[in-house]
């Protein structure tokens, strides 16, 4: 239990100290010898902006190059019935129906370190027809917010967003993209058309394992990339990727590779952060809680650095340590990211 001359710590500190197995408000209380009201208020306080937020990334990475990583996940709610914005949502991880938040999350990476910053919640439009937006307006809409404050030099998204809209509207803003692309949509090679898992220009074996090419797809002027993937039993298949921009196909592949980062972070705020764990009817403070958890692992990725420990979970291993010590380790390296 915390001394009462440390209470007063930041909701995300708090989410990292913590050893409970769910880290609700009250679970928090109890580890912290406060009430659970207390706590809820905890969640209420404004935490840092987005402007902050990458601020202290920039500061983590410190490399010139960034890339923005956007995905989307399911914050689970299983019981819930009277939580704001929540709905039942396919999940491809484990192909159920779940009662759960859709969490639009995007992260700045230098391609090893990978720094949460912002998120939208996407509500289906039966939750709320009036202010309904489609995944890909809410993504546009992060990165026009995101790019206010920092130059990007590729964005990295999911297959999901793989659409004309999306891929036009970032060609008419001038911002390159690398995406995965689905199988069995026609492209255009050379004045033919092709499924692109058709197409006699990917076909790759044990020496030539990717391949770029030139093409268009509805129109817009593309560069398509197939892959060779193989699978623990000596099978393969060939995946596929988009950009608007031309390199080597080695790149797009390594590039494309650096998407890995967001769906680490899933896995940890999950696991360790307690990202599906607020229990709170109201939208807004499910919100501060997503941006809590992101500070929460913000601070782990900068003592995994300042440590040189092996993953993210080590280093908020090495943070819950300082539970049952000095709260105050963990403060320090709250104040050096975000003053």
Request: glycine share 4%.
């Amino acid at each position: 239990m915390l001394s009462n001359a440390k209470l007063h710590i930041p909701y995300s500190i708090a989410l990292l100290l913590s050893t409970a197995p769910r880290k609700t408000c009250e679970s928090l209380a109890r580890e912290m010898g406060i009430s659970g009201d207390t706590v809820n208020k905890y969640l209420e306080q404004q935490s840092p902006d987005l402007f902050e937020r990458i601020a202290a990334a920039i500061k983590i990475l410190k490399r010139k190059k960034l890339y923005l990583l956007l995905d989307d996940t399911l914050i689970t709610k299983i019981y819930s019935r009277c939580i704001e914005g929540t709905s039942d949502n396919y999940s491809s991880s484990d192909r159920t129906i779940q009662r759960s938040l859709c969490s639009i999350v995007a992260m700045l990476t230098d391609g090893k370190i990978a720094i949460p910053i912002d998120q939208a919640i996407w509500s289906a439009r039966e939750v709320d027809p009036v202010n309904y937006k489609t995944k890909v307006v809410l993504s546009q809409g992060i990165i026009e917010e995101v790019k206010k404050h920092v130059d990007i030099d590729i964005v990295i998204i999911d297959g999901l967003y793989a659409t004309v809209e999306m891929m036009q509207w970032l060609n008419d803003n001038n911002i390159k993209f690398e995406m995965r692309f689905h199988s069995n949509r026609k492209i255009r090679v050379n004045n033919q058309n092709f499924k692109i898992k058709e197409c006699p220009f990917f076909k790759l074996n044990g020496y030539r394992t990717e391949r770029t090419i030139a093409g268009s797809w509805h129109d817009i002027k593309l560069y398509f990339t197939g892959i060779i993937r193989w699978f623990r039993n000596g099978e393969s298949t060939i995946v596929f990727q988009v950009s608007n921009y031309k390199t080597s196909a080695q790149q797009h592949k390594k590039i494309y590779g650096y998407r890995w980062n967001i769906e680490k972070f899933f896995r940890t705020a999950k696991q360790h952060l307690g990202l599906n764990d607020c229990q709170s009817r109201k939208k807004e403070k499910q919100e501060n809680h997503i941006i809590n958890v992101f500070i929460a692992y913000t601070v782990a990725q900068h003592e995994r650095i300042k440590l040189k420990c092996k993953n993210t979970e080590e280093a908020i291993k090495s943070i819950k340590k300082c539970h049952i010590y000095d709260s105050d380790y963990a403060i320090d390296r709250f104040r050096a990211i975000f003053g």
